[in-house]
């Protein structure tokens, strides 16, 4: 909003042409955010209060019974605060109308809103089973997973229409055509693979991963968010590159025209994050839930796909994909087939902890091997 | 007048339906009937013998109770069989539908709910329910129907209530309660023998005639008994049941005047007579079985047959049994080596309660009241009145409705039989898990339960024979703990194909981890559970049975004794791959190590850097201590001094839920459970 405001509004009176600063989307992104993180900072307690007088607690919270050691009781659905200061911020500070942009609004709400109702059965039943089903949440997630892809494959309704590639090829880029249908792999420079329309499978199955593997990835205090805030600054940083046709140059990327304003949203989730880890650093004032991982796994499905860098999520996700892969390991495979367990516990960083290790201790090894991680996705920025 | 009867897939619901037919036949002249069954069924057969005319339609029952895709065939050709009962109807223009339940039912009855709905027909609809809790299908049904009349009293509470009636159970000619002493005169009898009639059916029942047979040279010692038994004429290829139990008899060498009191016959044809004569039956918990026990008040042990739709044999039984009409003995279903299941009753067992309820005349005459009492005479009369009022409009009268209608919850055996393995073991887990040994034994339901344990032991599919195991150990089954023992001990490979992903045996790692655990719920320790323990200590591929054995070794520390064999396992898994084992066996060292000098050798531990291994060292230390195998002043115990006391774990505690639990005491509540663990 403020975007059009200055660049339609402001910028043309006198005395407020500083107000161009606002078409820089490095400068958008810096404020998207610091918005997002003072939202959540002054919002935080009362929403906390909010939550927890209606109920939206953890388990039932019964007087007296209360057990000492563990944190039964926090409040859950803290994932809403996340949801609503990051929509807020891309209201604020990015291009509405740009297609990119809509897409990761539409996730955001769409995978937002499966947790948020998967949150509301459990604290409405006060039994953490009475959820939605693995079926109906994975039903849910592959409609707008087909219908997403559906759209990013037709070429009318692509952002990554052939018309705008044309205009890249008008000013020398070699980009393909086609270049929606192709695959891109770390640490190489070119397309490889035209996988036509064999890359709606892969993206249903990219985004199905990524949403769930987040979702297993919260379960203890600060385990899911900070990983998310790192893989959404990685994301965040090659949208910016990838969008500006200078740096996509000199780096050798890819330039797709318009990405660049999902840096801005990716930014307001870091600034998001940051503020919502203020309150759930251990021992946690607020969890996520299911309506926060899932909104962050469906936001950062839908960007890699976009930005063509799915293979870059197991780098800078991988953290997530070690979740994820030990779940469906464990339970598909071990305790569905064959009758054992294959790891002593799943997710993974329940294994840690039945090897005797905290909590806390867990969950700041798990940011080390995050930003690890991250610095090598970093990589790949110059290993190409 | 046209009828449609429906209701097949077995013949327990085919001749409640002729039954009626039979009845209204007499009363309305002009009454012709169409039978709606599925073809290759019982009714197939029964019903063009009996002289009515069949047309069949495709319908399936559920197999299991598993949701999924095996839903998906029987909806398909339910699906199938609704429209051709729609065109049957619409061409034979009922003027009721007769259903006695059973899948073969759904469809004639589906049909004329739609024709109802679409104003194209105004065709009635009945519904006979012949057991004590209702099928699954009848439960379907009834929701659209005019009347459903229902064989025992208290099942009008499955039902909705304004259209219930109690009719009894149908049958086709009456049967008339003869004279005690005549009977006996017509068989040849004396008046003051002690008579036994059993009989498992038309068909018979493999479990009951082998085991009558084992309880034959008990039951006979006594030269007043008399054993009138039904053997059936059942000829399967590998089960012929005349000449298995002649078979039987004869190797038990009875002398002549014995043999002479056992009268085998393989169909009775007047049964009443024998009914009459008898003082005790031993049969099957079918409904008409059950319906002519009750008309001829005659006691009974009822074996019910096992592994039915929603085991309604068992739960009719012990419906009467509550009622004091009967005893029960629940059979025990075996596989029988050839992939298919059968059943089990102890002869031994059979005998010892016949001869306590024919040296009990008091019991047999309070039974035999009681069974009097339950049921009343099924008049056929009530179900013509039923259907002529019915199509005159005359609606069932205003009933009383129960204060606080119960619900079909509320009988617990119908419950069970109503849940899944995995509803069964949550709610033995929240219900019966927590009962100490004797007040387990007096819970109402506990025969069910360990007869629950075991039809999922002999179950296909790994993860009931793992509900199965665990239930078994819920309930203190010791009669299942051999089996156990030889579950856990199980080598049956898996098929190739799984072993190449990683599964190891056909008992899987699960099912014998949970063997192991449950037979430390049992309680007993002998050389059998010693030798398995050391067999799954040092040969089982999978590591949860390792840490089972180590932790059951731990559990009966004071049962178990010092054993080189034991300890030299458990030193073997120190060094195994799952720091698990390593720290539950190390522990169990403590528990089983018959030396001073363990602690010494132990020493490399007091620096490892995992601190459950290190804890699991003073852990072993505890249990040398308590078991006084080192004193106080053990130099072994110095050798601790230099462990590493850091750990990486720790149990936050949040003051602010004590000062609430305070709170609470003082205002007089409860202590708090969770917070007294520490």
């Excluded at chain 1, 939550?51 to 019974?65: C, M, P, R």
């Excluded at chain 2, 024709?115 to 659209?144: D, M, T």
């Excluded at chain 2, 008990?218 to 009138?228: G, I, N, S």
């Excluded at chain 2, 393995?421 to 040994?437: F, M």
């Amino acid at each position: 909003m403020i975007y059009y405001l200055c660049k339609y509004v402001l910028e043309p009176v006198r005395g407020f042409d500083w107000t161009r600063l606002a078409s820089y989307i490095s400068f958008r992104s810096i404020l998207a955010a610091m918005t997002a993180f003072l939202l959540i900072l002054l919002l935080g307690n009362r929403m906390i209060r909010y939550l927890y007088l209606h109920g939206a607690k953890d388990t039932l919270h019964d007087y007296g019974f209360m057990d000492p050691e563990s944190k039964r009781g926090t409040p859950t659905m803290g994932g809403t605060l996340i949801v609503g200061a990051v929509l807020l911020a891309i209201f604020l500070w990015s291009d509405p109308a740009n297609p990119f942009v809509q897409w990761v609004v539409a996730a955001m709400i769409w995978f937002g809103g499966i947790g948020f109702y998967d949150d509301y059965l459990k604290v409405k039943h006060k039994d953490s089973q009475m959820g939605l089903s693995q079926v109906t949440k994975l039903g849910l997630q592959t409609v707008f997973a087909i219908v997403f892809m559906i759209f990013y494959l037709n070429d009318y309704t692509s952002p990554l229409s052939a018309e705008r590639i044309r205009l890249l090829q008008d000013a020398g880029a070699v980009t393909p055509e086609n270049y929606k249908f192709f695959l891109q792999v770390p640490f190489y420079k070119f397309p490889v693979l035209d996988l036509s329309w064999f890359y709606l499978p892969f993206g249903v199955f990219v985004i199905l991963a990524i949403s769930n593997s987040v979702n297993f990835a919260d379960g203890l205090d600060g385990l899911a968010i900070v990983p998310a805030s790192l893989t959404a600054g990685v994301y965040g940083l090659f949208s910016y590159i990838i969008g500006n046709s200078i740096y996509s140059k000199t780096l050798l990327f890819t330039h797709i025209i318009g990405s660049g304003e999902l840096s801005i949203i990716l930014a307001a989730l870091v600034g998001a994050g940051m503020g919502f880890l203020w309150f759930n650093a251990f021992p946690a004032q607020v969890f996520m839930g299911d309506t926060g991982s899932m909104a962050l796994g469906g936001v950062l499905a839908v960007v890699s796909i976009m930005l063509k860098h799915e293979f870059l999520f197991l780098l800078a996700g991988g953290i997530f994909v070690a979740e994820g892969a030990s779940v469906l390991i464990q339970e598909k495979i071990g305790i569905g087939l064959l009758g054992r367990r294959i790891f002593h516990r799943a997710p993974i960083h329940h294994n840690y902890q039945h090897f005797g290790i905290a909590e806390t201790k867990v969950v700041v090894r798990f940011w080390i091997v995050g930003i690890i991680l991250m610095l090598l996705s970093l990589a790949t920025i110059k290993i190409r | 007048m046209n009828f449609i009867l429906t209701g097949g897939g077995t013949g327990g619901h085919v001749y409640p339906a002729l039954a009626i037919a039979e009845a209204l036949k007499q009363h309305f002249k002009d009454a012709r009937f169409l039978y709606l069954g599925v073809r290759g069924r019982a009714e197939e057969n029964i019903v063009p013998q009996l002289g009515y005319k069949i047309k069949f339609v495709a319908s399936e029952g559920l197999a299991g109770r598993k949701p999924g895709l095996r839903f998906l065939l029987p909806a398909l050709k339910m699906l199938i069989g609704l429209c051709q009962a729609l065109v049957i109807h619409l061409q034979f223009r009922p003027a009721a539908v007769i259903g006695t339940g059973g899948y073969a039912s759904v469809p004639a009855v589906l049909a004329a709910v739609i024709l109802r709905r679409c104003g194209l027909a105004k065709v009635r609809i009945f519904i006979h329910e012949q057991n004590y809790a209702p099928g699954r299908w009848n439960r379907l049904i009834s929701r659209w129907a005019d009347r459903v009349w229902i064989s025992f009293l208290e099942s009008e509470r499955y039902f909705p209530l304004s259209r219930v009636e109690f009719t009894g159970y149908p049958v086709r000619r009456q049967f008339a309660p003869r004279d005690r002493l005549e009977a006996r005169k017509e068989l040849g009898l004396p008046a003051e023998a002690k008579v036994l009639l059993v009989f498992g059916g038309s068909q018979g029942a493999r479990s009951i005639n082998r085991a009558i047979v084992d309880a034959l040279p008990a039951l006979l010692a006594d030269p007043l008994v008399e054993v009138f038994h039904g053997t059936g004429n059942l000829k399967a290829p590998n089960y012929s049941a005349v000449k298995d139990t002649a078979a039987r008899v004869a190797e038990l060498k009875l002398d002549l005047e014995q043999l002479a009191r056992y009268h085998p016959r393989d169909f009775i044809t007047e049964i009443q007579v024998y009914y009459a004569a008898a003082d005790l039956l031993v049969c099957r918990a079918g409904a008409g079985t059950l319906n002519e026990i009750c008309r001829c008040g005659k006691p009974a042990l009822i074996i019910p047959k096992s592994s039915l739709a929603g085991e309604h044999q068992a739960v009719n039984a012990l419906a009467m049994a509550r009622a004091g009409v009967c005893e029960v003995i629940l059979e025990r279903p075996v596989a029988d080596g050839e992939g298919g299941a059968g059943a089990f009753i102890d002869g031994a067992q059979l005998a010892a309660r016949i001869q306590a309820l024919l040296a009990d005349r008091e019991t047999l005459e309070r039974m035999s009241r009681a069974a009097l009492s339950v049921n009343g005479a099924a008049d056929m009369e009530v179900f013509v009145r039923s259907v002529g009022d019915e199509l005159q409009g005359i609606r069932l009268g205003p009933r009383r409705i129960k204060a606080a209608p119960d619900g079909w919850q509320s009988d617990e055996a119908v419950k069970l039989a109503g849940l899944s393995p995995a509803g069964v073991l949550a709610y033995v887990q929240k219900n019966v898990g927590r009962l100490d040994p004797e007040a387990l034994e007096k819970y109402p339901s506990i025969q069910l339960l360990r007869y629950f344990a075991d039809i999922f032991l002999t179950d296909r599919r790994w993860p009931v024979r793992n509900i199965g195991v665990k239930l078994a150990g819920l309930t203190l089954h010791r009669e299942r703990r051999d089996l156990l023992i030889s579950i856990a001990g199980d080598r049956v490979p898996a098929p190739l194909y799984k072993r190449l992903l990683g599964k190891d045996f056909s008992q899987v790692g699960f099912i014998r981890r949970n063997a192991l655990f449950s037979l430390g719920q049992l309680g007993v320790w002998d050389e059998a559970l010693s030798g398995l323990v050391f067999s799954a200590l040092s040969e089982d591929p999978y590591y949860e049975v390792r840490v089972q054995a180590a932790l059951l070794l731990i559990h009966f520390r004071d049962k178990c004794g010092p054993s080189a064999a034991l300890v030299r396992a458990l030193e073997a898994n120190l060094a195994h791959r799952s720091l698990e084992v390593r720290w539950t066996c190390l522990e169990a060292l403590g528990a089983v190590a018959p030396d001073a000098g363990f602690l010494e050798r132990m020493r490399r531990f007091n620096f490892h850097p995992n601190w459950r291994i290190r804890q699991a060292l003073l852990k072993a230390a505890v249990h040398l201590l308590e078991r006084g195998v080192i004193s106080a002043g053990d130099p072994g115990l110095k050798s601790l001094e230099d462990l590493i006391p850091t750990c990486t774990d720790f149990i936050p505690t949040f003051p602010l839920k004590n000062s609430l639990n305070r709170i609470h005491r003082l205002r007089g509540g409860d202590a708090n459970p969770a917070g007294s663990t520490q």
